[in-house]
């Protein structure tokens, strides 16, 4: 507990103390990871790995666990269980909420097999996805159409989409010609010009 007396630790601070006290066992990848940052050593993570070897992602994902604030383990724990109030696109199939908002951003997606700007309107399909598309191949603007609809049929009663996009007037457009949504239904928040 004396860990806490000057704020709150990190989970690395609380698995040195495991490693060093022998509370619990620990492997021994993960005692050496804690155990070179106690003794100060150069990080892996930050301006110094990229002269460094690049490292793996099961290491960068410890690093970056280590580092969390301890507070964060029993939310964690709960999005893992699928007991908190929110998940992923994927994670939510053949789960049922009273209310649903769900949230897309290309630009916080991290990836390139789904594309809600385009399927939306906002940014034009390549001649790829034309011919994809027009082919019946799976691409991502099937792929998104897929998970739109597993995260619009996940409500009972209500559901707000809230989409960020870099062309909204597209997004309403092109929501609206398709019939989707009634300009009632579509609320921009357009930045204000100063």
Partial sequence: MALWDDGE?????????VAETGLFSLPESLKALVMREAINEVPTVGIEAEMADPLPAEIIAL???????????????????????????????GLEFDRV???MDDA?????????EKFFGAKQLTPLDIKNEAEGQDNSIARTRRLYYVTCSRTKKSLALLLY????????THMMSNGWFDESEIVLDLPTQA
Wanted: net charge positive; aromatic share 14%.
């Fill in 108 to 116: 916080e997606a991290r990836g390139f097999m789904f594309g809600y």
């Fill in 9 to 17: 630790p990190n989970c690395g601070a609380i698995v040195r103390n």
């Fill in 101 to 103: 908002m769900v949230l």
């Fill in 165 to 172: 996009s870099a062309a909204p007037s597209a997004v309403r």
């Fill in 63 to 93: 690093e970056r666990f280590l580092a969390a604030p301890f507070s964060e383990i029993a939310p964690y724990a709960r999005y893992v269980s699928n007991e908190a109030e929110f998940g992923t696109h994927q994670g939510v199939k």
